[in-house]
Structure formats: structure tokens, C-alpha cells
């Protein structure tokens, strides 16, 4: 690791921001897929309770609006394993920002949803199943293949 590599964690605040947005997107997408009309759509923090972000609908839904961040986490999560083990982006940024916005965020999504289901909140509290710590393991896996193991390319 870089020392350059940890001024990019002082972008936090933008990653979050674009992780909430893929999340809460997610969920309003399969609702209006499933008939549902969006009310509100909030990807800033909220207090009261605390919340990365929401997103409120009518109308019926299935668990397919409750399962549809997971799914594109995994979509996302595969796309950058594939363009940074195919596409072996040149420039360390980009490689970097594929590896954060690609991989890492849609693992801490579905690590800290699974961890905070694990007491019954939250979409995976409806979802907890041994998929999900599958999904984990593999982000694991595509995490420690891309950057941390010496035989794989990564720009320097």
C-alpha cells in the first residue's frame, strides 16, 4: 500500500455518498419495476433513526425491492474483479477507485447491513440467510485477490 493510497480515504465522505445512492437506487428501481411509485428519496445521513439514507414507495412490493441492493452489489462487485483483472487499469487512481467504489464499498454495504441484520434490522434482518455470508466471503476473496496478493497486477 501506497502512502498515497491513504489520502484517498479522505474522500470517504464522496464513496459513502455514491454507495448510498447505488443502495437506495437499487431499492427504488425494483419498486417502480414492481409497480410501486417513489415518494422520497434521501441519500444524504439521517438521525431519528440513524440512516446512511432511504427511500420511501406506495404500493405492493416483494422481496425483490428488499434484495435489490445485494444484487448490485454483487453485479458491481463483479464488474470491477473483471475490469481490474482484465482491464489492468494503468493508472493507480483509477485502478484505486475501481477497487473502492467497485469492490470495497459494495463489501462494507453488505457487511454492515448483514452484521446490523443479525439483530433483525434493516433490509438483510428480512434476508439473513447463509447467501449473504457467501456473498461476503467472495468480496473477501475479490479483495485480497485484487490487492493484497503479490502475484497479481496492480499498477504501482
Known amino acids: 500500500m501506497n502512502k498515497r493510497d ?7 465522505p464522496v464513496y459513502q455518498t455514491i454507495g448510498t445512492i447505488r443502495h437506495e437506487g437499487s431499492h427504488a428501481l425494483a419498486a417502480m419495476a414492481e409497480g410501486a411509485g417513489i415518494k422520497k428519496f434521501v441519500f444524504w445521513p439521517t438521525f431519528d433513526p440513524f440512516r ?3 427511500v420511501r414507495y406506495d ?4 422481496w425483490f425491492t428488499t434484495a435489490a441492493p445485494y444484487f448490485c452489489d454483487l453485479i458491481t462487485f463483479f464488474v470491477a474483479l473483471l475490469i481490474i483483472l482484465e482491464a489492468k487499469p494503468k493508472r493507480r487512481w483509477l485502478w484505486l477507485n475501481i477497487l473502492i467504489i467497485g469492490m470495497l464499498s459494495p463489501f462494507l454495504n453488505s457487511a454492515y447491513s448483514y452484521f446490523r441484520g443479525l439483530g433483525g434490522l434493516g433490509d438483510t434482518g428480512k434476508l439473513l440467510s447463509n447467501l449473504v455470508a457467501l456473498t461476503l466471503l467472495f468480496y473477501a476473496w475479490g479483495l485480497y485477490h485484487c490487492y493484497f496478493r503479490k502475484k497479481t497486477w496492480h499498477p504501482e
Do not use: I, P
Open 59 to 62: 404500493g405492493y412490493t416483494t
Open 6 to 12: 491513504f489520502l484517498w480515504f479522505l474522500l470517504y
Open 52 to 54: 446512511w439514507g432511504y
